[in-house]
């Protein structure tokens, strides 16, 4: 981006280059496309340390995310999806999707439920893919917001989508809890996903396609969708918003374990605790670490060209999810899928988390690091120290010192203030005094400078002559 200034009476920086800006802000990529531009330093200045504060604040968009509490078996029975994706379609050279898109906003809300035609489909889809995972979980019900936003611009377009699931699951606990037998939780459901068009039917929209975003095209602009179809950009506006393999393909080893030991009391007997106190664990992935690696922003593209070029690209974040379970939680495997073994206490090995003893290991190794460190500088320093002592200016102890007045030498003028000089009878220093410093009343004058005499006084009163006159 360049820029020059104007030199007028309101100085002006004018940006020359057209520049895309991409936000997120609540869970949604906001881009703005700003061609030539004069503003004022001031706005310029405050656009700028709004913008920041505004970056600073914001949500991330996550791709996928998942929370479970399943503190209680009421809780755990409905789990919670949400699922965003943004697509962006770019029209720089113009064209039929640019005079579509330019300028449009558009939004569409669906709510459903059990009772909306076409739920059903939705239902048998989750299923299968649970199936297909080896989970023991069935769904029975579910609920669903489905909400697609669309925000036309000069060159570029985008849709914000997101869908949120509440599914009600049955089968997730394999095995209650007995004395010396941990209680197993089946999380294989985790990763479910589905790439089918799922269409509801709602007395507001008619009949409404919500998992894969070029249906949003094909209901509500169906020029886009002509120009999209049998392109590289159909194949990536299929891929279906229900998609949380990421976070199934996660092993929990790899997630971030933390315990709280003060426990709970309430609601745990369906799980064979008895009602007897229990510590609480938590899995949380979604962080980048030494155990999941670096999380990455999921981008796909596409270009294709109709009557124009166009380019379409899908953004959307990395997954996270935390899972929250009564009792001290242990992931295991049992044929050949992913299950978690509950105690109602911890083992005696309970300060060690999914990484071992790696937090407890780094803790007090950084403290004897820590330790080391300090005693090495401390060394160091006192060694430079006592190396450098005999250069150090200390001064003259006070002791071999002693007041004497101000030297008169200004003209005899003697200020309140005194001086210090050596208590010793070296001669030296008298050899030095000053002049001025001699007890004298009137003071003295160099050797061989004559001595003005006062001359006597004339008693005529008609005058004298000069001293040494003669008459010529």
């Known amino acids: 981006m360049f820029f020059h200034e104007k030199q007028n009476h309101n100085t002006e920086l004018c940006f020359l280059k057209n520049f895309l800006a991409i936000f997120i ?89 059990s009772n909306t035609p076409g739920i059903q489909e939705l239902l048998d889809e989750l299923n299968l893919s649970l199936s297909r995972a080896q989970s023991s979980t069935h769904i029975t019900d579910i609920k669903i917001e489905y909400r697609a936003s669309l925000y036309g611009r000069g060159d570029n377009a985008s849709v914000d989508y997101r869908v949120i699931l509440t599914p009600t699951i049955e089968g997730f606990l394999i095995r209650e809890y007995s004395q010396g037998t941990p209680a197993l939780f089946d999380v294989a459901w985790r990763g479910i996903q589905t790439n089918a068009p799922i269409t509801l039917t709602t007395q507001e929209h008619g009949e409404i396609e919500i998992n894969q975003p070029l249906s949003f095209f094909k209901k509500y602009y169906p020029t886009v969708a002509a120009q999209i179809a049998g392109t590289e950009g159909e194949s990536v506006l299929t891929m279906g918003l229900i998609d949380a393999s990421g976070i199934g393909n996660q092993p929990l080893t790899n997630w971030h374990f933390l315990f709280d030991p003060t426990g709970i009391a309430a609601e745990t007997g369906k799980y064979g605790f008895s009602g007897d106190k229990v510590v609480v664990s938590s899995f949380t992935m979604g962080e980048s670490s030494f155990r999941e690696g670096q999380v990455r922003e999921k981008e796909v593209h596409a270009s294709f060209t109709k009557d124009a070029a166009y380019s379409v690209r899908t953004v959307q974040s990395g997954d996270s999810a935390n899972i929250f379970l009564a009792g001290y939680a242990s992931p295991d495997r049992l044929q050949d899928h992913e299950v978690v073994g509950v105690s109602a206490t911890a083992p005696t090995s309970a300060a060690q988390t999914s990484t071992g003893s790696f937090p407890v290991f780094i803790i007090y190794g950084m403290a004897g690091m820590a330790a080391a460190g300090a005693g090495g500088f401390f060394f160091w320093s006192n060694k430079k120290a006592k190396r450098e002592s005999e250069y150090i200016q200390t001064g003259i102890d006070p002791k071999y010192l002693r007041g004497v007045d101000t030297s008169e030498a200004s003209g005899g003028y003697k200020t309140n203030r005194g001086e210090a000089e050596l208590a010793t009878d070296d001669q030296g220093y008298k050899q030095h005094q000053s002049v001025y410093d001699q007890q004298s009343p009137r003071g003295s004058l160099p050797k061989d400078t004559e001595t003005k005499r006062d001359e006597p006084k004339s008693d005529s009163t008609r005058g004298s002559m000069p001293k040494g006159w003669k008459p010529s």
């Open 25 to 113: 802000i609540q869970g949604r990529f906001i881009t703005a496309t700003i061609g030539s531009l004069c503003v004022k330093k001031g706005a310029a200045l405050f656009t700028v340390t709004v913008s920041l504060l505004i970056m600073s604040v914001v949500s991330p968009a996550y791709a996928a995310q998942l929370n479970w509490d399943a503190k209680t078996f009421e809780n755990a029975q409905m789990p919670k999806f949400t699922f965003q994706r943004t697509v962006f379609i770019e029209y720089k050279q113009g064209g039929a999707i640019a005079d579509a898109l330019r300028g449009q906003e558009y939004s569409v809300t669906v709510v459903a439920d």
